[in-house]
Every structure is written in structure tokens, then in C-alpha cells.
């Protein structure tokens, strides 16, 4: 079956330090990868796009990849800030056009 | 200047009544969106227009019907309403296709009682 997991739904970490979310798909073939990231009561607001044949993509403190071999993305932000703290959501479009949303990953960074 | 707005914020209805949810986005895009997010938080495309052509229907139950008058909007109409319909509805919008950034509005939160 299809899925889009994001490792455990909760990760909590100090302020300053690195923080990776992981997203895993299975029986997909997704052309592009997305992020995206969610506050309690708000939409989820886009923060990057990588495509198939892309490895890697940074904005500021934010990079992402992608292995199409491993069939992951991996969002990491750097010098982690408390402002941080939020739902993050990767998302794929596979072939036929369809667009997937992953589980999530609620993000702690803690002073 | 809200980019993506939908109406009302909150929607407390009965089981049995139709309700409407209403869209506009004053992007410019060509491509909006109906999402529902459940209780865990899971996010799930519904539907999809392009230049108020419908482009992705997802298996929902055909009492969900979307309606997009002109590009900048797309109402999502729900008949028979059931507890299980309780959840947040988003409306979103992009450039283009799928592939492209979509932009959110903070969503419908639907109860059902």
C-alpha cells in the first residue's frame, strides 16, 4: 500500500541545535517534494520544493534533500530557534498528478 | 490583503442539515484546492480546479460537492451532513498545477453534533 510516514510524531530539542525531520514513502514516485509548515489554528504555509532531480535545497536555515534510491526526504533546520516550534508536513506529487500529504512531525525546540 | 480567505471559521451544525464553506483567493492563480484535515491531523487533497475546470477528485462521498463560479473561488457544499464529516476544511490555491507552492487559508473548523 501507499504511505508517506514522517518519523515520530513528536521531536523535542534544545534551541541552537539541529534539528532533522525525516519523511519515508513507499510505493510512490513522486517528481516533486515538498515542506511545508503548520501552527495550531493556521494553514500550512509552503517552505521549500525539491524536485526528483534535485539533491539538495537550501533557503537561510533551512535545506532539505531527496533520495530517490532511499525513497526519503530529509528537512533539517539549523541554529534552532524556540519561534521554530510548529507542525512540519512534507508532501509529494506523484505520477497521474495526484498530491499527498505526509503524517507530520510536531517540532519542540526548547530554550 | 488576506491572500487565501475562507468563510466562516467555525461551523456548528446539526447531523442531517447542507452547509456551504466559501473560498477566495486574491493571488491570481489558476488552480485551487479542498482539503480535509482530521482529528489526527492527517491532510487529504478532495479536490482540485484549474481555471474552474475540475482536475483531481478524490474518493469522497458525492454529498461534498465544489462549485468554483470564476477562478478566485471555489465553495465546497456539503449535503446530509454526518458526525463523521466533523473535521478543518482548507481551501488553498497555486500558480499552476500541483507542482507548484500552494498557498492555505486557516481553514473551516466543521463540528457536527
Known amino acids: 500500500s501507499q504511505k508517506i510516514e514522517q518519523n515520530s510524531e513528536a521531536l523535542n530539542i534544545q534551541e541552537g541545535k539541529t534539528a532533522t525531520l525525516t519523511c519515508n514513502y513507499t510505493?510512490?514516485?513522486?517528481?516533486?517534494l515538498q515542506w511545508y509548515r503548520q501552527d495550531p489554528g493556521r494553514g500550512p504555509v509552503f517552505l521549500l520544493l525539491i524536485r526528483e532531480n534535485e539533491k539538495e535545497k537550501r533557503k537561510e536555515r533551512l535545506k532539505v534533500t531527496f533520495d530517490t534510491t532511499l525513497k526519503q526526504s530529509l528537512f533539517h533546520i539549523t541554529a534552532s530557534q524556540p519561534a521554530d516550534s510548529a507542525t512540519y508536513l512534507c508532501a509529494l506529487l506523484n505520477t497521474g498528478n495526484q498530491f499527498y500529504f505526509g503524517t507530520g512531525t510536531s517540532l519542540t525546540v526548547i530554550p | 490583503d488576506t491572500a487565501v480567505s475562507q468563510t466562516p471559521k467555525y461551523l456548528v451544525t446539526q447531523m442531517g442539515n447542507d452547509k456551504s464553506i466559501k473560498c477566495e483567493q486574491n493571488l491570481g492563480h489558476d488552480t485551487m484546492y479542498w482539503y480535509k484535515q482530521d482529528s489526527k491531523k492527517f491532510l487529504k487533497i478532495m479536490f482540485s480546479?484549474?481555471?474552474?475546470?475540475?482536475?483531481i477528485n478524490e474518493t469522497v462521498p458525492n454529498r461534498f460537492s465544489p462549485k468554483s463560479p470564476d477562478k478566485a473561488h471555489l465553495n465546497l457544499h456539503i449535503n446530509s451532513l454526518e458526525l463523521g464529516d466533523s473535521a478543518v476544511y482548507f481551501c488553498a490555491s497555486s500558480q499552476d498545477r500541483v507542482n507548484q507552492p500552494q498557498h492555505f487559508g486557516d481553514g473551516t473548523r466543521l463540528s457536527i453534533l
Open positions: 510505493n510512490y514516485s513522486p517528481a516533486y
Open positions: 480546479y484549474n481555471n474552474k475546470e475540475l482536475i
